[in-house]
C-alpha cells in the first residue's frame, strides 16, 4: 500500500489519487482529486519519476469524459432505425447477444465473425488483454484495427530486416543528432516510443548537436528546429538516396555489417540508380543538401533517424521505413549510445526472442476477396467492407466492435455505414452512440481511463528510459459501464469459450510476467509496483542486452535485402513523377484533438475547429482567400471546410485533419464544423500499398475550390 497517508487507493474515496493518462503513449503521470465521490480536478503528478509533472490539456479532460451526459452507461439494444436505441439489462444483452452470434456462426461457420478493435482500449493493460483473450476464444481469423492507417508498414519493414515485431526507437537521451521524418513530436508527444518529455529531449539534443525535421508542413516541431521541407511521398527517394551516399562515399560501418547483416553486396549493386540528382527531382531537395544530410549523418557518433505516421501511410511506406531503418543499421547507428535500437523494459526475458507467431507473420490470413495482405495479425482495413460485402465461405456475418470507429476512421468508412446493415449481428462496446455505433445491435457500455485498475505493462520495452507503474482505479464505475474484462469474460462463458480466459485474471498475468523478466530477479512484481503508486525506474541501461537475441531470424542477422525490396525498387523506378499542377494532401494533428472520440469534451473542442491549410500562391491561383467556405474534392468524394491561407505548407501541398465530420449520439462533436476525411481518401483495396495493405492517406491528389 502507499506509504503517503495523502494518496487514497480505494476508488471513489475523497482525497488524492494517483493515475496517468491513457489518452497517448506518452502515459503521463496525473493526480486526480476526489470530493464526495466525484473527480474535481486532475493534475501533472509531480513526483512521477517518468513524467516529472508533465501532461498537455487532454489528460485532465479523461475526467470530463467520465461524467459526460451523452455517454453511454447502461447497456442499449437498437429497436428500429441507426441511433435508435432502449436501455435493457445486462442480463439480457448478454443472453441474446450470446444467442445470436452462436445462431449466425452455426449457420455461416465460425470464420463469419469478425473484429474490429481501436484505439482507447489499446492503451489499458485489461482492455488490450480482454481483446486479445476474446479473439483467442473464438478463433477469429479476421481481426481490424488502426494498423493500416497507422504502424503496419513500419511492422512490416522490421518484420522483414529483422524477424521481430518488436519496435525500434532513437536513444533520446545520448543522441546528438537526431532526423525527424514525418513526426510531430511536440504535439504527438512520441509514437512507438514513450518519451513523455519529448520536448526536453530535443532541446538537450540541440544543446549537444543538430534536431532536423523533414516534413511537407512547418509543423510545431519543423518550426522550433532545423526544418527540411520536403514534397509529399518524397521521403522514399531521399531516404534511398541517403543510403546511395553512404554506400557510394565508404561511410558505411563495415565491421558491423560483417558481423551482423546480410544482403550487403545485393544491396550494393541495387541502390545505385537512385542517385541525390534523380531524388531531387522526386522529393523537392536540392542534391547537395540530400548528399550532405546523409554525411552530416553517417560522421556523427552518436546519431539516429527517426519516422513515424508521416512516412507510414503513402504509396510506397513500407519501403520508406525499409530505408530508414537501414541508414540507420549501415551508418553503425544500431544498438549503440545515442543510436536507434530496441528497448529495454521491467518485462523483458534474457531469452531469445522466438520470432514471429504464424498468424502474425506479413500475408499469412490475406483477403479471400482482393488477396490484400495482413500484417501483424491484422487486415487491411480496406478489405472490411468486400469481406461483408462479398457471398462465399468466409463472409464477414457478425462483428464485434470495440473502441473503433470506422465510419470516421477507415477510407472507406462512409460506406461502412450502409454495409454494416448487412450483418446478422453486430455488438459495440464503447463510450458513446458514435457513428459507427449508431448502427449496432447493441452497445455495452465500458469504463473510462479512470475507472479502472491498469498498469503500463504494453508499452515497457519501447520506453527511453524504461519505466514501470501500477495504478488503481480513482472512482467505480460510473452507471452500469463495465471493463472489456469482464464483459467479454462472461460473453465468452455464454458462448461456451471461456476456458480461453483461463483462470487469472490480467494483473495476476502481469505480475507472473514481471517476475519472469529480466527485472525480476531483482524484485520486480506487482506487490513493489503498488508499493510505489507514483512508479518506479528501471535503473538497468537502455543497451543492456545482447541485440543479436532479439533478431527473429533463424541465422540472428539483420536483413538487407529480401524479395520485398527488389519488388518495391522495381515498382518505386517506374513511377511516374508528380503532377507539379496538382495539389497533394497531407494529415495534420492539433495537440487538442486525438482522432475522433475525444471531440465532445467542451475545453477541447471550443478552441480547436478543423481548417485546410493551403499556401499562399496555390490560394491566389484558385481566388481562396483565407477563412473562405471551400469545397476540397477527391476522384473518391468531395467535403467542404474552411481554408487557412498560410506559408506553413510549401506550394502544392494542402493539409487538414481526421476524425471530424461527426453525426453521432454526441451533441458537442457534432456541432463542430468540417468534413469526413475518410470521404475523401482513396477508398478500395486496389488503392492500398500492396505490400502492407497500408491505406493511401498521405500525398493523394486533391482540387479546392472557394464554394
Not at 462496446?429 to 481511463?449: G, K, Q, S, W
Not at 472512482?475 to 487469472?504: C, K, Q, S, T
Request: hydrophobic share 40%; glycine share 10%; aromatic share 6%.
Amino acid at each position: 500500500m502507499a506509504t503517503n497517508p495523502a494518496i487514497s487507493m480505494i476508488p471513489g474515496a475523497d482525497g488524492r489519487h494517483v493515475t496517468y493518462c491513457r489518452i497517448c503513449e506518452a502515459l503521463c503521470g496525473m493526480v486526480a482529486t476526489v470530493e464526495d465521490g466525484r473527480i474535481v480536478k486532475v493534475e501533472p503528478d509531480r513526483d512521477n519519476p517518468h513524467s516529472r509533472g508533465h501532461i498537455c490539456v487532454k489528460g485532465p479532460a479523461l475526467a470530463d469524459l467520465a461524467y459526460d451526459e451523452d455517454r453511454v452507461t447502461q447497456p442499449l439494444k437498437r429497436t428500429g432505425g441507426p441511433g435508435e436505441f432502449e436501455p435493457v439489462t445486462w442480463e439480457d444483452a448478454l443472453s441474446d447477444i450470446a444467442a445470436r452470434l452462436n445462431g449466425s456462426m452455426e449457420k455461416h461457420g465460425r470464420d463469419s465473425f469478425a473484429m474490429n478493435t481501436g484505439n482507447p482500449p489499446s492503451l489499458g493493460w485489461p482492455s488490450a488483454m480482454a481483446n486479445a483473450t476474446f479473439q483467442k476464444a473464438m478463433g477469429c481469423k479476421k481481426h481490424y484495427t488502426p494498423g493500416t492507417e497507422d504502424i503496419a508498414s513500419a511492422v512490416l519493414a522490421i518484420e522483414k530486416l529483422f524477424g521481430t515485431h518488436a519496435f525500434v526507437f532513437p536513444d533520446l537521451a545520448e543522441c546528438d543528432h537526431l532526423l525527424i521524418f514525418g513526426s510531430n513530436p511536440l504535439v504527438s508527444h512520441g509514437s512507438l516510443l514513450i518519451a513523455p518529455r519529448f520536448r526536453e529531449d530535443l532541446e538537450a539534443i540541440t544543446g549537444r548537436g543538430r534536431v532536423i525535421v523533414v516534413d511537407p508542413r512547418r509543423s510545431e516541431t519543423a518550426r522550433k528546429y532545423e526544418h527540411v521541407p520536403i514534397r509529399p511521398q518524397g521521403d522514399v527517394w531521399l531516404l534511398g538516396a541517403m543510403i546511395n551516399v553512404v554506400i557510394t562515399e565508404g561511410l558505411y560501418n563495415r565491421e558491423f555489417i560483417d558481423r551482423h547483416c546480410t544482403g550487403w553486396s545485393d544491396l550494393n549493386d541495387a541502390i545505385g540508380w537512385l542517385t541525390p540528382e534523380l531524388a531531387a527531382k522526386r522529393c523537392g531537395i536540392d542534391a547537395q543538401q540530400i548528399a550532405q544530410m546523409a554525411r552530416d549523418f553517417a560522421n556523427t557518433p552518436r546519431a539516429a533517424a527517426m519516422g513515424r505516421i508521416g512516412i507510414c501511410r503513402n504509396s510506397f511506406s513500407t519501403l520508406t521505413n525499409v530505408f530508414l531503418f537501414m541508414l540507420n543499421v549501415i551508418a553503425g547507428k544500431f544498438h549503440c549510445p545515442g543510436g536507434m535500437g530496441w528497448g529495454h523494459g521491467a518485462s523483458a526475458s534474457d531469452d531469445p526472442y522466438q520470432g514471429i507467431a504464424p498468424h502474425m507473420r506479413h500475408n499469412a490470413l490475406p483477403s479471400r476477396v482482393s488477396g490484400l495482405p495482413s500484417v501483424w495479425g491484422s487486415q487491411s482495413s480496406l478489405t472490411l467492407q468486400e469481406e461483408i460485402e462479398t457471398p462465399g465461405e468466409g463472409q464477414i456475418r457478425s462483428l464485434l466492435v470495440v473502441g473503433a470507429n470506422p465510419v470516421l476512421s477507415m477510407p472507406n468508412g462512409p460506406q461502412l455505414a450502409e454495409t454494416f446493415e448487412q450483418l446478422d449481428i453486430m455488438v459495440a462496446l464503447d463510450l458513446y452512440v458514435t457513428e459507427t455505433a449508431r448502427h449496432a445491435d447493441y452497445i455495452l457500455p465500458v469504463t473510462t481511463a479512470l475507472e479502472r485498475e491498469d498498469m503500463n505493462q504494453f508499452f515497457m520495452n519501447h520506453m527511453v528510459r524504461p519505466f514501470a507503474q501500477y495504478v488503481p482505479a480513482v472512482i467505480p464505475p460510473v452507471g452500469e459501464a463495465r471493463m472489456e474484462w469482464d464483459i467479454l469474460r462472461e460473453l465468452a462463458d455464454r458462448l461456451g469459450v471461456g476456458a480461453a480466459f483461463g483462470n487469472m485474471g490480467p494483473f495476476e498475468i502481469a505480475d507472473m510476467q514481471l517476475k519472469a523478466g529480466v527485472e525480476g530477479r531483482d524484485g520486480m512484481c506487482l506487490d513493489l509496483l503498488k508499493q510505489h503508486p507514483h512508479g518506479v525506474m528501471v535503473e538497468r541501461g537502455r543497451w543492456a542486452f545482447d541485440f543479436e537475441d532479439r533478431i527473429g531470424h533463424p541465422d540472428r542477422k539483420i536483413h538487407l535485402w529480401f524479395d520485398l525490396i527488389d519488388e518495391e525498387m522495381a515498382r518505386l523506378r517506374d513511377t511516374p513523377g508528380p503532377n507539379p499542377d496538382a495539389l497533394q494532401l497531407i494529415n495534420l494533428r492539433k495537440l487538442r484533438s486525438i482522432n475522433s472520440w475525444m471531440h465532445n469534451v467542451e475545453k477541447l473542442v471550443r478552441a480547436d475547429s478543423p481548417a485546410l491549410l493551403i499556401h499562399p500562391e496555390d490560394a491566389e491561383r484558385r481566388e481562396i482567400a483565407d477563412g473562405d467556405a471551400i469545397a476540397i474534392t477527391s476522384q473518391w468524394g468531395e467535403i467542404e471546410a474552411e481554408a487557412l491561407v498560410t506559408d506553413e505548407v510549401r506550394p502544392g501541398c494542402v493539409a487538414y485533419p481526421h476524425g471530424w465530420g461527426h453525426r453521432g449520439g454526441w451533441t458537442r462533436a457534432n456541432a463542430q464544423p468540417g468534413g469526413n476525411l475518410n470521404a475523401i481518401t482513396p477508398s478500395t483495396p486496389s488503392d492500398a500499398e500492396p505490400v502492407s495493405g497500408m491505406s493511401w492517406l498521405e500525398g493523394f491528389e486533391v482540387e479546392i475550390r472557394a464554394i
